[in-house]
């Protein structure tokens, strides 16, 4: 009877922590509302990146920590190109935005997007004075439920990506977009 007694006990706990865990990530995912969350995104090493089985699907050139030299940021998604050149898209897939600086890579957005596409745009600060201009690539998750617009700079000081959420929609249900598919 004991031993019952303690297995409901057991059950109860387990159930109260579960509950506890899903209410501070529905806190967490509230408390994002339209706020910058900033975020440093550091180098890894290039070669611990593995695009062999994704698609790209946009590259652009630029310098983004003013040393003279252009880096590539490029896009991927794991989903891929069949013989005519039509991806075949999965109800979701991963999705790769990454910076690439010789043996350093900057994975500023790496994640699993539901029925949907992420894209990118790159801006200047158009400060004349081209050491303090600045570079920002601001990247675009579109899905059904969601829109989000996060956007990230490079900061020598910190020595990496500062990222943060510039927009992220209140609105959970979008019935249309003129945003183009891939
Ligand atoms: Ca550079």
Redesign the pocket.
Known sequence: MRRISYILLFVFLCMVLNGCQKSEQTGMLLQLGNKVENSLIEAVPSESIDTKSMTKLDKFSC?????N???KIELYTAARRNEKGEIGWNDGQNWLLVVWDGQKAYPLLSEYVQLGSVYFTVSKNGIEDASKEISHINAIINIGTKFSVTTYSFNKDKGGFVGGIVYNSKDTNFVHTSIPDY
């Open positions: 310098d983004y920590d003013l040393d030299n252009e880096e």
